[in-house]
C-alpha cells in the first residue's frame, strides 16, 4: 500500500495541530473542547501512527533498504515522541502545581489517550464524529467531476511547499493499489 | 433481476460520459449497416482499446503526469487491480447503458444504448454471470471508498495550505482510514 505521501501529510497536520491543542490548554481554554480535541483529533492520528510504528519494528530491515521508507518511518517515530513530549511537559513544575482541579483531570485522561492510543478497531469511545467523518460520507459533485484534476494539483503543491517535516513526496498514489 | 439500485454504478459511469458519446458516434454507422448486435460490439471494444492505450501510456518510464488514471475512470481502476476481461465489459456496458446517453446521438445511438440496456439486464439476471455481477458491485463500492479517501486528501492538503490544521489532520485521518478498509476488504469475489 502506498500511504507514504498521506503519512508524511498527516505527520505534518497532526505536529501543528497539537500545537494549536497544547497552546489553547496552556491559555485555560475550554477544557472540555480541549479535551475533545485531544480525543477526536490527536489520538485517532497517534493510532494510525504507533500502528505503523509497531508495524514498521517488525520489518525494520525491509525499510532500511528503501530510503524514503526509512524516511517516512523516522518522521512517524519522530512526531510520535514530539506530541507525547509536549503533553508530559505539562507534567513538570510548574505546570502541574498550577492547574485547576478540572484541567488536571482532564490532563490525566489526556495523557492516557496520548500515550496509549488504542487501536481505532477495539476503541467505540474515538468512533469519530468530526467533520472529516461526516465529510467522508460523500463528494460534492463538482469535486468528484473534478477529483483527478484537483488530486493531481494537490499533490504537485504540497510537493513544491515540501517543509523539512515532510520533504519530497515520489509523487505516487496516496490512496492504496485498490 | 438484480437491480443495481443502491451501488454507484451510474456515478461511475458519468465519470466517462464524453468518452462514451464519441465512441457511440463513431459506430453509429457500424450499427446501421452491420446490425445493433455489431454496433454494441464495436462500441465496447472501441471503448476497451482506448482504455488499454491510456494504460500503456500512464505505465510509460517518460510519462510524469501526477494525474492517477484511476481517479478518472472506473474501468481504469478495475484494470489496475487486474480484474478480467468479462469484468471490465460488463463495466463497460453499464457505462453505454447511462440513462440520458440514448439522446447523445441519433437513431442508431439511441439503439445500441437500448441494446446495452437490454445486454444488462439480461446479464444481471444470468446464474451464469452471478459471479461477474458480484464482483462487479463490490468493486463499486471499492472505488467510492477510494474516490472518497482521494477527495478527503484533496480538502485535507486544502486546509493545510490554508493553516486550518486541526481540520487538515481530520481529513488526512478519515482518508488513511478509508484507504486501509479498501486494502484491508478488498472484493472477495473473484469472478474467473
Known amino acids: ?178 | 433481476m438484480v437491480e443495481e439500485r443502491l451501488t454507484y454504478v451510474n456515478t461511475h459511469a458519468k465519470l466517462n460520459v464524453q468518452l462514451s458519446t464519441d465512441v457511440l458516434s463513431e459506430v453509429e454507422a457500424v450499427a446501421q449497416e452491420r446490425g445493433i448486435r455489431s454496433g454494441l460490439e464495436a462500441a465496447q471494444n472501441a471503448i476497451l482499446g482506448r482504455y488499454r492505450d491510456k494504460m500503456a501510456n500512464v505505465a510509460s518510464p517518460s510519462n510524469q503526469l501526477a494525474v492517477d488514471p484511476r481517479l478518472e475512470s472506473f474501468v481504469l481502476y478495475l484494470m489496475k487491480n487486474q480484474c478480467q476481461e468479462a469484468v471490465l465489459l460488463l463495466a463497460i456496458l453499464e457505462q453505454l447503458a447511462l440513462p440520458g446517453l440514448d439522446l447523445a446521438g441519433g437513431q442508431g445511438v439511441a439503439l445500441v444504448v437500448k441494446e446495452a440496456v437490454s445486454d444488462l439486464k439480461k446479464a444481471r439476471s444470468n446464474p451464469n454471470f452471478a459471479g461477474c455481477v458480484r464482483e462487479l458491485s463490490q468493486w463499486h463500492q471499492a472505488y467510492h471508498a477510494f474516490r472518497l479517501s482521494a477527495g478527503l486528501f484533496v480538502r485535507g492538503v486544502d486546509a493545510f495550505k490554508s493553516d486550518r490544521f486541526e481540520e487538515a489532520l481530520d481529513l488526512f485521518t478519515e482518508s488513511y482510514r478509508l484507504s486501509v478498509r479498501i486494502t484491508e476488504n478488498p472484493p472477495t469475489v473473484r469472478f474467473n
Not at chain 1, 532500511?64 to 518511518?73: M, N
Open chain 1, 1 to 178: 500500500m502506498r500511504t507514504g505521501p498521506l503519512i508524511r501529510y498527516l505527520c505534518s497536520a497532526l505536529g501543528e495541530a497539537n500545537v494549536a491543542v497544547v497552546k489553547r490548554f496552556k491559555l485555560g481554554e475550554n477544557v472540555g473542547e480541549v479535551r475533545q480535541a485531544v480525543y477526536n483529533l490527536v489520538a485517532p492520528a497517534l493510532s494510525i501512527l504507533q500502528e505503523r510504528i509497531n508495524r514498521d519494528s517488525r520489518r525494520a530491515e525491509t525499510i532500511a533498504a528503501d530510503t524514503a521508507e526509512a524516511e517516512v518511518s523516522q518522521t512517524t517515530t519522530d512526531v510520535v515522541e514530539t506530541v507525547r513530549s509536549q503533553w508530559c511537559a505539562f507534567l513538570g513544575p510548574p505546570d502541574i502545581d498550577e492547574l485547576p482541579r478540572e484541567a488536571a483531570d482532564a490532563l490525566q485522561d489526556m495523557l492516557t489517550v496520548v500515550l496509549e492510543p488504542p487501536s481505532p478497531s477495539a476503541s467505540p469511545h474515538l468512533s469519530r464524529s468530526t467533520a472529516g467523518a461526516r465529510m467522508g460520507e460523500r463528494l460534492t459533485q463538482q469535486e468528484d467531476v473534478r477529483l483527478a484534476e484537483d488530486y493531481a494539483a494537490a499533490v504537485s503543491s504540497m510537493k513544491a511547499a515540501s517543509s523539512p517535516s515532510f520533504s519530497e513526496t515520489k509523487g505516487d498514489a496516496v490512496v492504496p493499489a485498490s
